[in-house]
T-cell receptor, first 111, second 117 residues
Framework: DQQVKQNSPSLSVQEGRISILNCDYT??????FLWYKKYPAEGPTFLIS?????DKNEDGRFTVFLNKSAKHLSLHIVPSQPGDSAVYFC??????????FGTGTRLAVRP | GAVVSQHPSRVICKSGTSVKIECRSL??????MFWYRQFPKKSLMLMAT?????????EQGVEKDKFLINHASLTLSTLTVTSAHPEDSSFYIC?????????????FGDGTRLSIL
């Protein structure tokens, strides 16, 4: 039972353009959502988060949007840079600060 | 910022060996730590929640006798993979709960690549 899903396993974007990564969840008890960037054989690196009471949070080139009614969140990266190439995971927090991770999307930013 | 150190970063050992992985919070006290496992090209799956001074809480399907967790101090949790076999080969990642409750509820270590021959 995959409660957090990222339906696109990969995404390729031209440098300078916008990258949009999507995430869907099923558990309405999730109250906090996060995006992580991950390289192979490394731990995840925190990017940005959003509380369930908000619909948008912005930090530099990264913006996260939350649509609670659709149980959908997205991460926008603009402008995309080659250094952004990595696997991106969304995660959802439930009680006890437990995190449930999505399946990941591999982003490739072409120079 | 909060730093979590995980050691070793890589282990290669023979089948039947028990392997211990350490997870330390370097600049904060962590009453709760988490252990994850990641298979190649897959998601991070929570294995167990480690609570200082008490028994760990394991997720469904995780064998507690296979994956022994000890959280004896506020800065150290250990995961011991007992009698490891090739199917235990994976990437194991720990995290520590943020005591302040900032934007990140957990701070992650850099992971341990375990390879069982």
């Amino acid at each position: 039972d995959q409660q957090v899903k990222q339906n696109s396993p990969s995404l390729s974007v031209q440098e300078g353009r916008i990258s949009i990564l999507n995430c869907d969840y099923t558990n309405s008890m999730f109250d906090y959502f996060l995006w992580y960037k991950k390289y192979p054989a490394e731990g995840p690196t925190f990017l940005i988060s959003i509380s369930s009471i908000k619909d948008k949070n912005e930090d530099g080139r990264f913006t996260v949007f939350l649509n609670k009614s659709a149980k959908h969140l997205s991460l926008h990266i603009v402008p995309s840079q080659p250094g952004d190439s990595a696997v991106y995971f969304c995660a959802a927090k439930s009680s006890g600060d437990k995190l449930t991770f999505g399946t990941g999307t591999r982003l490739a930013v072409r120079p | 910022g909060a730093v979590v150190s995980q050691h070793p970063s890589r282990v290669i050992c023979k089948s039947g060996t028990s392997v211990k992985i350490e997870c330390r919070s370097l600049d904060f006290q962590a009453t709760t730590m988490f252990w994850y496992r990641q298979f190649p090209k897959k998601s991070l799956m929570l294995m167990a929640t480690s609570n200082e001074g008490s028994k760990a809480t394991y997720e469904q399907g995780v064998e507690k006798d296979k994956f022994l967790i000890n959280h004896a101090s506020l800065t150290l949790s250990t995961l011991t993979v007992t009698s490891a076999h090739p199917e235990d080969s994976s990437f194991y990642i720990c995290s520590a709960r943020d005591p302040v409750g900032g934007a990140q509820p957990q701070h992650f270590g850099d992971g341990t690549r375990l390879s069982i021959l």
